[in-house]
């Protein structure tokens, strides 16, 4: 017969075991949390994939560079070349105002949905003829430029398909008509047209000569500001999710209104007046040649390349903030941390009462725990996320319910699951604080460490082991 102290010894062994096995499969439910992670990534590629389809059948993110003057000239033939080469230089506007009003809709594949826009556009802008003219001076003064062609204003638009058909143009009285293309190597999609005051050389040779000689001041701001130097453009414009502006003028101002109620502003600069209500957002930029270095940026475009011209590019996404992918893959994280609170629940329970709990029960609670996250992702693919999340969350608080009800008793599953309850509502809190979900999720699990550490601060688990086999141990007739 066993004695006592021997029965202690065993009981103290067990409990130890005991602990080492739930830590072990503790790591082990890791495995299907990975696997969930990886059906949620798997999800999201099909969600870029549907995003690639849409974008080759409407149009893809849009950037826009805003208008921009371009003189062209051709140069004298290279050493075995017959023909002349024809470049350009890239002269910045005066000013240039943009007005844009998207609108929003949802275009579907399955069950997926991604937001595109029509944008209505109305640019104005105004030519800096003494910038220009100093230009066509400087090229003519150059040996190896034979001519200066007629100059036009180009609109580049990064995705051609998106441009409506119905382009409307006023420079000063006189409707222009434009033409497909802008001539610019890095931005060849969009829409470019002339200028009717310069058609030929003579008009270009005589605007050098008249402006950039010199003249009074006052003259050359009188006949700068000259109704026939300002033009008008509009044009409806299409794209999926982003808008880019890339900014060309010595002083643009931009005006964006849609009824998208959730933008995320990006880029070189944000906006200088913003607006954002359920029922949709307004926002306006401000930005000068000083802050965006324009005329350096454009010279740089028209000799070697225009990636510093992008580089200032500013815009708005619109942006889902509702993500099923990202909104799973957030609690995901908070996975182990359920699923070790409970386990170290259960194995206080068991250590301090007079309850045996198998290694295979806590398995299934930690199963469960783990299934909660797919039923999440696959509800959320097609209801709303809150709704998604009651049911998954509901839906596991029952089963644990009636599960742990033949195990720890009705009286203590019911106050195991409603602390569960509480976590969940709780988690769901903090995935929708975008801002502070890291600070309020690591004080939370600050606060369940505390709580769980103060509850059982005076717990003597050696000699709750000793009760335990005490309990075990036959009493001598």
Same mark, same amino acid.
């Given at each position: 017969?066993?004695?006592?102290?021997?029965?202690?010894?065993?009981?103290?062994?067990?409990?130890?075991?005991?602990?080492?096995?739930?830590?072990?499969?503790?790591?082990?439910?890791?495995?299907?949390?990975?696997?969930?992670?990886?059906?949620?990534?798997?999800?999201?590629?099909?969600?870029?994939?549907?995003?690639?389809?849409?974008?080759?059948?409407?149009?893809?993110?849009?950037?826009?560079?805003?208008?921009?003057?371009?003189?062209?000239?051709?140069?004298?033939?290279?050493?075995?070349?017959?023909?002349?080469?024809?470049?350009?230089?890239?002269?910045?506007?005066?000013?240039?105002?943009?007005?844009?009003?998207?609108?929003?809709?949802?275009?579907?594949?399955?069950?997926?949905?991604?937001?595109?826009?029509?944008?209505?556009?109305?640019?104005?802008?105004?030519?800096?003829?003494?910038?220009?003219?100093?230009?066509?001076?400087?090229?003519?003064?150059?040996?190896?430029?034979?001519?200066?062609?007629?100059?036009?204003?180009?609109?580049?638009?990064?995705?051609?398909?998106?441009?409506?058909?119905?382009?409307?143009?006023?420079?000063?009285?006189?409707?222009?008509?434009?033409?497909?293309?802008?001539?610019?190597?890095?931005?060849?999609?969009?829409?470019?047209?002339?200028?009717?005051?310069?058609?030929?050389?003579?008009?270009?040779?005589?605007?050098?000569?008249?402006?950039?000689?010199?003249?009074?001041?006052?003259?050359?701001?009188?006949?700068?500001?000259?109704?026939?130097?300002?033009?008008?453009?509009?044009?409806?414009?299409?794209?999926?999710?982003?808008?880019?502006?890339?900014?060309?003028?010595?002083?643009?101002?931009?005006?964006?209104?849609?009824?998208?109620?959730?933008?995320?502003?990006?880029?070189?600069?944000?906006?200088?007046?913003?607006?954002?209500?359920?029922?949709?957002?307004?926002?306006?930029?401000?930005?000068?040649?000083?802050?965006?270095?324009?005329?350096?940026?454009?010279?740089?475009?028209?000799?070697?390349?225009?990636?510093? +011209? *992008?580089?200032?590019?500013?815009?708005?996404?619109?942006?889902?903030?509702?993500? %099923?992918?990202? =909104?799973?893959?957030? $609690? #995901?994280?908070?996975?182990?941390?359920?699923?070790?609170?409970?386990?170290?629940?259960?194995?206080?329970?068991?250590?301090?009462?007079?309850?045996?709990?198998?290694?295979?029960?806590?398995?299934?609670?930690?199963?469960?725990?783990?299934?909660?996250?797919?039923?999440?992702?696959?509800?959320?693919?097609?209801?709303?996320?809150?709704?998604?999340?009651?049911?998954?969350?509901?839906?596991?608080?029952?089963?644990?319910?009636?599960?742990?009800?033949?195990?720890?008793?009705?009286?203590?599953?019911?106050?195991?699951?409603?602390?569960?309850?509480?976590?969940?509502?709780?988690?769901?809190?903090?995935?929708?604080?975008?801002?502070?979900?890291?600070?309020?999720?690591?004080?939370?699990?600050?606060?369940? +460490? *505390?709580?769980?550490?103060?509850?059982?601060?005076?717990?003597?688990?050696?000699? %709750?082991?000793? =009760?335990?086999?005490? $309990? #075990?141990?036959?009493?001598?007739?």
């Amino acid at each position: 017969m066993q004695t006592q102290r021997e029965t202690k010894y065993c009981a103290q062994t067990r409990l130890t075991i005991k602990a080492g096995v739930i830590l072990i499969l503790s790591l082990c439910l890791l495995i299907p949390l990975s696997m969930i992670r990886g059906q949620i990534n798997e999800r999201g590629n099909y969600l870029q994939e549907v995003k690639r389809d849409i974008a080759s059948s409407w149009t893809g993110n849009q950037t826009l560079l805003t208008p921009v003057l371009v003189q062209p000239y051709t140069t004298q033939p290279a050493s075995g070349d017959s023909l002349p080469k024809t470049r350009y230089t890239l002269v910045p506007l005066l000013e240039s105002q943009l007005l844009v009003d998207a609108t929003v809709e949802m275009r579907a594949r399955g069950i997926y949905r991604v937001p595109v826009y029509t944008a209505d556009l109305v640019i104005s802008g105004r030519i800096d003829r003494v910038h220009w003219a100093r230009s066509i001076k400087d090229l003519l003064a150059k040996k190896n430029v034979t001519s200066v062609l007629p100059a036009y204003i180009a609109v580049g638009v990064s995705d051609q398909r998106g441009i409506d058909n119905n382009i409307g143009v006023q420079v000063g009285e006189q409707s222009v008509k434009a033409t497909p293309g802008t001539g610019i190597a890095d931005y060849e999609g969009g829409f470019s047209f002339l200028l009717p005051q310069a058609q030929n050389q003579d008009e270009l040779t005589a605007i050098a000569t008249t402006f950039a000689g010199p003249k009074h001041v006052n003259a050359i701001a009188q006949n700068s500001t000259a109704e026939k130097d300002q033009f008008v453009v509009n044009f409806a414009m299409r794209g999926m999710s982003n808008l880019r502006l890339i900014p060309t003028a010595s002083s643009l101002n931009v005006r964006l209104h849609s009824r998208w109620p959730h933008p995320k502003f990006h880029g070189a600069f944000l906006p200088r007046e913003k607006n954002i209500t359920p029922q949709g957002f307004s926002a306006a930029w401000r930005v000068n040649g000083f802050n965006a270095n324009s005329e350096e940026r454009l010279q740089s475009c028209s000799d070697s390349g225009c990636k510093a +011209l *992008a580089d200032t590019g500013f815009g708005v996404e619109l942006f889902q903030p509702v993500d %099923a992918y990202l =909104q799973t893959e957030r $609690a #995901l994280k908070y996975g182990i941390l359920f699923i070790a609170i409970c386990f170290v629940a259960f194995f206080t329970f068991e250590s301090v009462g007079a309850i045996n709990i198998h290694p295979i029960q806590y398995a299934l609670v930690g199963v469960t725990l783990a299934i909660f996250y797919l039923l999440l992702l696959a509800l959320a693919e097609h209801i709303p996320f809150y709704a998604a999340y009651t049911i998954a969350a509901g839906s596991c608080c029952l089963l644990l319910l009636e599960y742990l009800s033949a195990m720890l008793g009705r009286r203590r599953a019911a106050i195991f699951c409603g602390c569960l309850v509480v976590l969940y509502a709780k988690l769901y809190v903090i995935l929708q604080m975008e801002d502070f979900a890291l600070l309020m999720g690591s004080l939370l699990m600050f606060a369940l +460490l *505390a709580l769980l550490m103060i509850t059982t601060r005076n717990i003597r688990w050696h000699q %709750a082991a000793d =009760q335990k086999a005490s $309990a #075990l141990v036959p009493t001598a007739r």
